[in-house]
């Protein structure tokens, strides 16, 4: 099997790119997130590939890093999400705000990817609940006070506060942000009115 593809990239398509590795191009199927972030025609790439063989083909995606190929696996556990859905959903959220998204049971977040209805989105954060904090990557540090708001056991002011910063236009990952970082300022004991408050200070930053 193929594991990672070190060579240059010949050219882009709208979905898969083909490496020149000495001569010999591979074609590897990716998100449009990774798409964007590789380069151009001519440039060195380095890429981890997830090899799928099948009866009557062979193909290869491929991911900038090992943490969006273990989510691209992570996505594919759960029914009704094979291999397109799954890149799908890594061209519209990365793996931090994938794992942000499945803690804090944001639907709507997952639902932005194409292919993605409401079941499915459903299925996402309720069976990959207890799996995506090992995954969540740079967003690890605050995976736990989100898991506690998506599970609806945080404190009353603080549900309260992240409800208010959401029903304001703010997206659920933003208002938990701010009221995290509100906390740090106004205090743990802070009503909700005082983290609301705090919470629009950061947003304006």
Request: overall charge negative; hydrophobic content about 40%.
């Given at each position: 099997m193929i594991g990672k593809l070190k060579g240059t990239?010949?050219?882009?398509?709208?979905?898969?790119?083909?490496?020149?590795?000495?001569?010999?191009?591979?074609?590897?199927?990716?998100?449009?997130?990774?798409?964007?972030?590789?380069g151009s025609a001519g440039e060195a790439v380095v890429l981890f590939i997830e090899t799928y063989v099948r009866e009557d083909q062979l193909k290869l995606y491929g991911f900038l890093t090992a943490l969006e190929r273990e989510w691209f696996n992570l996505l594919q556990s759960v029914q009704g999400v094979g291999a397109k859905v799954a890149l799908a959903v890594l061209s519209t959220l990365t793996p931090s705000e994938l794992a942000n998204a499945?803690?804090?049971?944001?639907?709507?977040?997952?639902?932005?990817?194409?292919?993605?209805?409401?079941k499915v989105a459903i299925r996402l954060v309720t069976e990959l609940k207890n799996k995506a904090p090992a995954f969540a990557g740079e967003a690890t540090a605050g995976i736990g006070f989100k898991q506690e708001l998506g599970e609806g056991v945080a404190a009353a002011p603080v549900s309260d506060a992240v409800s208010a910063l959401t029903n304001l236009g703010y997206s659920r990952d933003q208002a938990a942000n701010a009221v995290a970082a509100a906390m740090k300022t106004a205090g743990e004991g802070a009503d909700s009115a005082k983290l609301i408050r705090f919470g629009l200070k950061e947003l304006a930053r």
């Open positions: 990239i010949d050219e882009i398509g709208e979905d898969y790119v083909l490496v020149d590795v000495h001569g010999v191009c591979y074609e590897a199927f990716c998100s449009a997130r990774t798409l964007s972030r590789m499945i803690a804090l049971q944001d639907k709507t977040a997952i639902s932005r990817a194409p292919g993605v209805g409401p």
